[in-house]
């Protein structure tokens, strides 16, 4: 089992450039989140999804859009890039009463 | 949001050494959970809690959830050159799909 994994591992992008960010999952998990992490702030949730076909806010979610396209799959969209959306981006997922979450390898985007 | 705080926030330590840290909240929680991230990797699950006054050990870490389900705390017995990174706890509300985190602990061991 792969696990979280999260593609790309590093990206660049120029202010107003759009890209979309990729997170699978074979763990058969219900939920998946998506996190930035920023220095000294810890992990902030942008989005996250319940289960399949449904999808909410939330602490920073402004400038993304997130698609759960199936249960594996859930991928988090910058329309146009900013320079404070520079961070590193990690997936999550998790399942079960007590819902402990489960992390991907992270992205690391800068945008210039 | 609420974020929960974590002390010490950097600890340097010798080899060998024991280590312990702790974290709070404002809130009561139903689960504590403590991962550990290493340089350029994601967060990695080490333990989970589940019941106030719960002991619960990984080898070497132990973790304890707090009688006031508002606090829990992580040893390291021994430390060793791998424990190094930085250490999350994370708390979650029955219900809530929702972690909150910790703003870490940063341990560097010093040769």
């Known amino acids: 089992n792969a696990g979280v994994t999260q593609t790309p591992k590093f990206q660049v992008l120029k202010t107003g450039q759009s890209m979309t960010l990729q997170c699978a999952q074979d763990?058969?998990?219900?939920?998946m989140y998506w996190y930035r992490q920023d220095p000294g702030m810890g992990l902030r949730l942008i989005y996250y999804s319940a289960s399949e076909g449904t999808t909410d806010k939330g602490e920073v979610p402004n400038g993304y859009n997130v698609s759960r396209l199936n249960k594996r799959e859930f991928s988090l969209r910058l329309e146009s890039a900013a320079p404070s959306q520079t961070s590193v981006y990690f997936c999550?997922?998790?399942?079960?009463?007590?819902?402990?979450?489960?992390f991907g390898p992270g992205t690391r985007l800068t945008v210039t | 949001g609420q974020q929960l705080n974590q002390s010490p926030q950097s600890m340097f330590i010798q080899e060998g050494e024991d280590v312990s840290m702790n974290c709070t909240s404002s809130s009561i929680f139903n689960t504590w959970l403590w991962y550990k991230q290493e340089p350029g990797e994601g967060p990695v699950l080490l333990i989970a809690?589940?019941?106030?006054?719960e002991l619960t050990s990984n080898g070497r870490l132990t973790a304890q959830f707090g009688i006031t389900r508002k606090d829990s705390f992580l040893n390291i017995s021994a430390s060793i050159p791998s424990d190094v990174g930085i250490y999350f706890c994370?708390?979650?509300?029955?219900?809530?799909?929702?972690?909150?985190f910790g703003t870490g602990t940063r341990l560097t061991i010093i040769p």
């Open positions: 999550a997922s998790g399942t079960g009463l007590f819902y402990e979450q489960y």
């Open positions: 763990m058969n998990h219900n939920s």
């Open positions: 994370a708390g979650r509300n029955f219900g809530n799909e929702k972690l909150t």
């Open positions: 809690l589940y019941k106030a006054g």
